[in-house]
């Protein structure tokens, strides 16, 4: 997996289908979580914009769903992508990138995104999804 690739995508670069064809190879591997990712030669930070980007592409049926449970564990994983938990919005971008890499790809479907752009913008957890642990 290339980090740049889903840098560029969440900073408007390149489009869906880049992201779906890099992120369709990565589901031929056993797990996210052993998947090396090339890193970014500077950490990219992540805000909710970026993420509402993501959600927007799967109301737009340009991304499948279960792509979002690939991406948020790479943004993890990779080292190269961060977001600062002392910010609100970093707090935000933090729980819901948690959020979709705890639900099975199968639990993950397009009528949810209203949820989740909602908790991007009002930086308020849906009772969806309980309380933070």
Aim: glycine share 4%.
């Amino acid at each position: 997996m290339h980090a740049s690739l889903l840098r560029d995508y969440l900073a408007g670069r390149v489009g869906s289908s880049e992201l779906r064809r890099e992120l369709d190879e990565l589901a031929d591997d056993r797990s996210e979580l052993g998947v090396a990712v090339d890193p970014l030669d500077e950490p990219f930070e992540l805000y909710p914009r970026h993420l509402l980007a993501l959600c927007e592409a799967v109301a737009a049926r340009e991304i499948e769903p279960v792509l979002l449970a690939r991406v948020s564990r790479v943004l993890a994983v990779s080292g190269s992508f961060r977001w600062s938990r002392a910010d609100p919005d970093g707090r935000v971008v933090e729980e819901v990138l948690v959020e979709w890499s705890r639900q099975s790809p199968a639990a993950l479907e397009a009528a949810a995104m209203p949820l989740f752009r909602d908790w991007l913008v009002m930086r308020r957890r849906p009772e969806r999804f309980g309380l933070v642990p």
